[in-house]
């Protein structure tokens, strides 16, 4: 890898954490709320108000949307490829340690008797009891690092994405979304190309017809207007996709995207991830502000598995 696709890979890992770590602040406050706790807006993780919900995590430390992209991390460093079975393992590990944050798609998935050797099977049984209509974010939450795995094969890069979002997340719009964002970035490492806004569309169009129309309101409405705070939607994988959208569209550089989208509330936490790991391609790692990488309070593990897993790119693939 070349020293400027190291910066990117590097900018995914800490965008993704960092949005998650400071995204936490807002989780689940609506704008008014967020008035109240922050008067003059959330930019430090020492400002995170220290209330029931948010008091069960340390400042500076990332919920379980970094903990599944680490699982899916740790599945590629120990089986050297995209396997679903691998993942699903790491995942039920993580899930009988101490899960905090867990959403409830996740969680019924993981509980389902033998999920770890059929997980595809029991991600699509829990979407059909839901009447096929779940398609949360807890997938996208995840995800970013695919687009860094096998980033010079954009078919490839596609089908790992649908085979570890289908472990938990069956719906086309979540599967859709994910490959959404794991193509943009990969499109940024291998090449250092932005996809445009119709490529986005079609990619999109090959999963479900319902999602485009979140990529166009990210391109051509004004943050507030994405409603990422609306209560009834809080947790939809398009609203997320569209989040992160929003910040790759409009940001001019790491930080004011990403404070951008943390401000806005609603499923803050996975809404900056997804606008983090884009913007720490689009603008590199080199690009971030010191303060944020040195606040992560678990950035010695982050940094671990980011030199195993580059470690394990070297060895298997480039
Ligand atoms: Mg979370």
Same mark, same amino acid.
């Given at each position: ?123 699509? !049984? ?8 779940? %398609?949360?974010?807890? @997938?996208?939450?995840?995800? *970013? =690092? #695919? $687009? ?109 995207? !990403? ?8 499923? %803050?936490?996975?809404? @900056?991830?997804?606008?983090? *790991? =884009? #913007? $720490? ?38």
């Amino acid at each position: 890898m070349t020293e400027n696709q190291l910066d990117i890979l590097k900018g995914v890992f800490y965008g993704q954490a960092i949005g998650d770590a400071l995204g936490l602040g807002t989780e689940f406050l609506d704008k008014n709320q967020i008035a109240e706790y922050y008067p003059n807006g959330l930019s430090e993780y020492a400002q995170i108000v220290q209330d029931k919900h948010r008091s069960r995590w340390e400042i500076g430390d990332w919920t379980d949307d970094t903990d599944q992209f680490l699982c899916i991390c740790d599945s590629i460093i120990n089986s050297g490829e995209i396997n679903e079975i691998a993942f699903a393992e790491e995942l039920y590990k993580w899930f009988n340690g101490i899960p905090m944050g867990i959403g409830h798609t996740v969680y019924k998935v993981v509980s389902v008797p033998q999920f770890t050797l059929y997980p595809h099977k029991a991600a699509e !049984l829990i979407w059909k009891f839901s009447k096929q209509t779940n %398609a949360s974010n807890g @997938a996208i939450m995840r995800t *970013s =690092i #695919l $687009g860094t795995y096998e980033f010079w094969d954009y078919d490839k890069v596609a089908h790992n994405t649908e085979i570890i979002a289908n472990v938990t997340h069956w719906d086309r719009r979540c599967v859709g979304s994910c490959v959404v964002l794991t193509l943009l970035i990969s499109k940024i490492i291998s090449e250092s190309k932005f996809l445009t806004f119709d490529e986005l569309c079609q990619i999109a169009d090959r999963y479900d017809d319902r999602i485009k129309p979140f990529i166009e309101k990210s391109y051509t409405l004004a943050i507030e207007d994405l409603t990422l705070d609306e209560t009834a939607s809080l947790g939809y994988t398009l609203k997320a996709m569209s989040a992160g959208l929003w910040a790759y569209f409009k940001a001019e550089n790491f930080e004011d995207g !990403l404070l951008r989208v943390v401000n806005e509330g609603g499923d %803050a936490d996975t809404n @900056a991830c997804v606008a983090g *790991s =884009i #913007l $720490g391609a689009k603008f590199g790692y080199k690009s971030i502000p010191k303060k944020y990488i040195d606040g992560l309070i678990h950035k010695d593990v982050l940094e671990e598995k980011l030199n195993n897993y580059i470690k394990r790119l070297n060895n298997s693939h480039i």
